[in-house]
């Protein structure tokens, strides 16, 4: 992907300090973002009924093009 010219980001509620241990165990090589407000959450449809009827981030990828435009939504 990054090939391509593609960048890859996570974003969850969780703190940066959290991200980082998660980063280390999973060795991952992206950027993880904060969203502590859950703002940017919401306004992707992220958050919602998961499993058993609790709510929570819903696992999604958005293919955001260089204009900025959602181009295709996976989950």
Do not use: C
Not at 42 to 68: C, H, Q, S, V
Request: without cysteine.
């Amino acid at each position: 992907l990054a090939e391509m010219g593609a960048e890859i980001v996570g974003i969850s509620k969780d703190d940066p300090s959290s991200h980082e241990k998660f980063k280390q165990k999973h060795s991952l090589n992206f950027t993880l973002l904060t969203d502590a407000d859950g703002s940017t959450i919401n306004d992707y449809g992220a958050w919602g009924k998961k499993m058993y009827g609790r709510e929570g981030i819903l696992r999604k990828t958005f293919i955001i093009n260089p204009e900025g435009m959602v181009v295709k939504v996976y989950g």
